[in-house]
């Protein structure tokens, strides 16, 4: 049996992410920061990589006000005589919209200090490939992460 490998596609890489206390992690970008012509800018280099701290308890609460709100509709939208447990069972929590809203306020909220993020001060062809890069590689850490966290709870 023949097996292609599609060599366009780059596997995404983990990011450097360690526990900190009971229940928290830190999620390193510093294998990013090498100085380049679009890093040199950056306001986080070697000395300060940017790094952000996720809480499993944060993802337990994204993915509880996921749950209740879908309850509420499904509520709404069923009979009555529908137990709690026939319900729950409808739930389907999106772990994809729970990162994505993770990237959106923690990492792209921060583009002017990530220079490689902002199209406004660098070509929108490479911030749109180093944004690609780093979204695939920050959703298979926190996949990671979320994995550990559900472990703890």
């Given at each position: 049996?023949?097996?292609?490998?599609?060599?366009?596609?780059?596997?995404?890489?983990?990011?450097?992410?360690?526990?900190?206390?009971?229940?928290?992690?830190?999620?390193?970008?510093?294998?990013?920061?090498?100085?380049?012509?679009i890093q040199k800018f950056c306001k986080w280099g070697k000395e300060e990589p940017?790094?952000?701290?996720?809480?499993?308890?944060?993802?337990?609460?994204?993915?509880?006000?996921?749950?209740?709100?879908?309850?509420?509709?499904?509520?709404?939208?069923?009979?009555?005589?529908?137990?709690?447990?026939?319900?729950?069972?409808?739930?389907?929590?999106?772990?994809?919209?729970?990162?994505?809203?993770?990237?959106?306020?923690?990492?792209?909220?921060?583009?002017?200090?990530?220079?490689?993020?902002?199209?406004?001060?660098?070509?929108?062809?490479?911030?749109?490939?180093?944004?690609?890069?780093?979204?695939?590689?920050?959703?298979?850490?926190?996949?990671?992460?979320?994995?550990?966290?559900?472990?703890?709870?």
């Amino acid at each position: 049996m023949l097996l292609l490998i599609n060599k366009s596609r780059k596997m995404p890489k983990i990011l450097n992410y360690s526990i900190v206390g009971l229940e928290d992690y830190t999620i390193s970008f510093e294998s990013y920061c090498s100085l380049c012509d679009i890093q040199k800018f950056c306001k986080w280099g070697k000395e300060e990589p940017f790094s952000i701290k996720i809480s499993c308890s944060d993802l337990n609460r994204a993915k509880e006000k996921v749950k209740f709100d879908q309850l509420q509709r499904l509520q709404k939208t069923e009979d009555v005589s529908v137990p709690y447990e026939e319900l729950i069972k409808k739930v389907k929590i999106n772990l994809q919209n729970i990162i994505s809203q993770i990237w959106k306020g923690k990492i792209k909220a921060h583009k002017e200090e990530i220079r490689c993020l902002d199209s406004h001060k660098i070509d929108p062809m490479l911030v749109a490939q180093q944004g690609q890069d780093w979204w695939q590689d920050f959703n298979a850490t926190m996949k990671i992460v979320n994995n550990e966290c559900e472990k703890i709870t």
